[in-house]
T-cell receptor, first 112, second 113 residues
Framework: KNEVEQSPQNLTAQEGEFITINCSYSVGISALHWLQQHPGGGIVSLFMLSSGKKKHGRLIATINIQEKHSSLHITASHPRDSAVYICAVTFNYGGSQGNLIFGKGTKLSVKP | DAGVIQSPRHEVTEMGQEVTLRCKPISGHDYLFWYRQTMMRGLELLIYFNNNVPIDDSGMPEDRFSAKMPNASFSTLKIQPSEPRDSAVYFC???????????FGSGTRLTVV
């Protein structure tokens, strides 16, 4: 079964802290996505990665294809970063290509 | 672009009634996905289309669920008859290719009482 595992499940941080959320997957993928969902809100695509590293503002996403692992980092965290962060992948085989397979999400709460 | 547009935002209906959810994808996107989100199961694919053709409907729970995409700018997800266990947030998303980024609609929160 294709699986996407995220850790931690819940994360509480103080404003200004450096935050890391991890994602691992079981088989080869064509792309990995990091998504953000605010409480009661819609889902926003933050990054799509197939290799290396991407940066957007205070957010950094990295992926290690050999280790089947990705991390999402938030520098200088702020209460407005509080949200659920979801890792999702599209697999090369064994399922529906093009469909997103989701992790269970990491609920981040940043305290002022 | 206005993004992916879903309607209605909220729907409350009685068990046994027919429910129709609507989605307008981003112009030029050739993939459209219907996902369901619940507390217990998280986000799950129901069905997706490529160039208006259903590609994978293995996530459709049962025959009560049906989806159509009559043209490139419109899709519907229908539940008939609805049941309380169908209560969830239903998201529509579109993408330009397998490896393109996905754009999600705001979702429809369905409550079946």
């Amino acid at each position: 079964k294709n699986e996407v595992e995220q850790s931690p499940q819940n994360l509480t941080a103080q404003e200004g802290e450096f935050i890391t959320i991890n994602c691992s997957y079981s088989v080869g993928i064509s792309a990995l996505h990091w998504l953000q969902q605010h409480p009661g809100g819609g889902i926003v695509s933050l990054f799509m990665l197939s290799s290396g590293k991407k940066k957007h503002g205070r957010l950094i996403a990295t992926i290690n294809i050999q280790e089947k692992h990705s991390s999402l980092h938030i520098t200088a965290s702020h209460p407005r970063d509080s949200a659920v962060y979801i890792c999702a992948v599209t697999f090369n085989y064994g399922g529906s290509q093009g469909n997103l397979i989701f992790g269970k999400g990491t609920k981040l709460s940043v305290k002022p | 672009d206005a993004g992916v547009i879903q309607s209605p935002r909220h729907e409350v209906t009685e068990m046994g009634q027919e429910v129709t959810l609507r989605c307008k994808p981003i112009s030029g996107h050739d993939y459209l996905f219907w996902y369901r989100q619940t507390m217990m199961r998280g986000l799950e694919l129901l069905i997706y289309f490529n160039n208006n053709v259903p590609i994978d409907d293995s996530g459709m729970p049962e025959d009560r669920f049906s989806a159509k995409m009559p043209n490139a700018s419109f899709s519907t997800l229908k539940i008939q008859p609805s049941e309380p266990r169908d209560s969830a947030v239903y998201f529509c998303a579109s993408s330009s290719a397998f490896r393109g980024r996905y754009t999600f609609g705001s979702g429809t929160r369905l409550t079946v009482v």
